[in-house]
């Protein structure tokens, strides 16, 4: 069912004043830096092993890491597992109990289907479920 840890999202208030400590410091790869209009973010991905980190920036005021950050500060905002057919995954979810923030998947960073569960069914954690495009 779940293939890896895809990556895990970190809330910033600037990905270039957070970018030095993960390319100098931690000396991990930047991949590439994208914007995702419909989620109000600046994605900047970093290479770690098979895995990715993903700072997050928020664009707007009105989106959900700035009221991520407003709340909570700068830091872990999300793990995305990676999986394969991901509409199977949220079925699965449901059926287990798990209240999911979007029963369908949309469009995330990277071109990916994505769709979280709610963290109240998942001990306080936001978790993603990522399905990259074809990708097995």
Request: glycine share 8%; charged share 30%.
């Amino acid at each position: 069912m779940i293939k890896k840890v895809d990556h895990i999202g970190v809330a910033v208030k600037s990905i270039e004043e957070a970018l030095p400590f993960y390319t100098d410091v931690l000396q991990l790869e930047l991949l590439g830096i994208e914007k995702v209009e419909s989620e109000k973010l600046k994605v900047a991905f970093l290479k770690v092993g098979e895995s990715k980190i993903e700072l997050l920036e928020a664009t707007s005021p009105e989106s959900a890491v700035a009221k991520f950050i407003e709340k909570r500060g700068e830091g872990i905002h999300h793990i995305a597992l990676g999986v394969d057919s991901i509409q199977d995954r949220i079925n699965e979810m449901k059926e287990k109990g798990i209240r999911m923030i979007q029963d369908e998947p949309k469009i995330g960073a990277g071109n990916a289907k994505v769709a979280f569960m709610h963290p109240k069914s998942t001990g306080s954690v936001l978790f993603e479920l990522c399905e990259k495009m074809g990708e097995k």
